[in-house]
């Protein structure tokens, strides 16, 4: 978002600056702080994207220095979701609704847990599990 300068707020009509000059020379001194800025107009709501040198990535980064990131997961959530329904079922409902949040919410927090377990853990160490099976193979 660009800084207002025009003279009045565009909601209330409320006046900002107490002349166009005033607010003319503050853009001009605001435009002139930032190169990125040059292109940009007194009425402009949004500057427009430029070339975006400060992005940084971050993988490659930490592929650099030696750190391992772990591959995003959304199998937090469902372990949450899962919970959920659990502790719903703790509540004082009738028997019935207790038994089916008890058994969703376990349903939930076990595939859940298989899933960032089991299935993420694949994906995060797959030359385990490759050298594993085939030194299996090398022994028979």
């Known amino acids: ?37 040059a292109e940009a107009s ?3 709501l949004e500057l427009e994207p430029g070339d975006r040198r400060d992005l940084v990535d971050y993988e490659e980064r930490a ?3 030696g750190i391992h990131l772990f591959p995003s997961s959304s199998y937090p959530i469902v372990i949450c ?19 089916a949040l008890l058994v969703v919410g376990l349903v939930i927090f076990l595939v859940g847990v298989v899933g960032w377990v089991v299935l993420e853990d694949v994906r995060m160490y797959p030359n385990e599990q490759a050298e594993a099976h085939g030194e299996a193979e090398e022994h028979r």
């Open 42 to 44: 007194r009425y402009d």
């Open 1 to 37: 978002m660009t800084q207002r300068f025009l003279s009045y707020c565009r909601n209330c009509g409320f006046s900002l600056w107490p002349d166009n000059v005033t607010a003319s020379a503050a853009f001009n001194a605001w435009r002139d702080a930032d190169p990125a800025r």
């Open 63 to 65: 592929h650099r220095l």
């Open 81 to 99: 979701l899962g919970i959920l329904f659990l502790g719903l079922a703790a509540v004082p409902f009738a028997p019935p609704a207790r038994l």
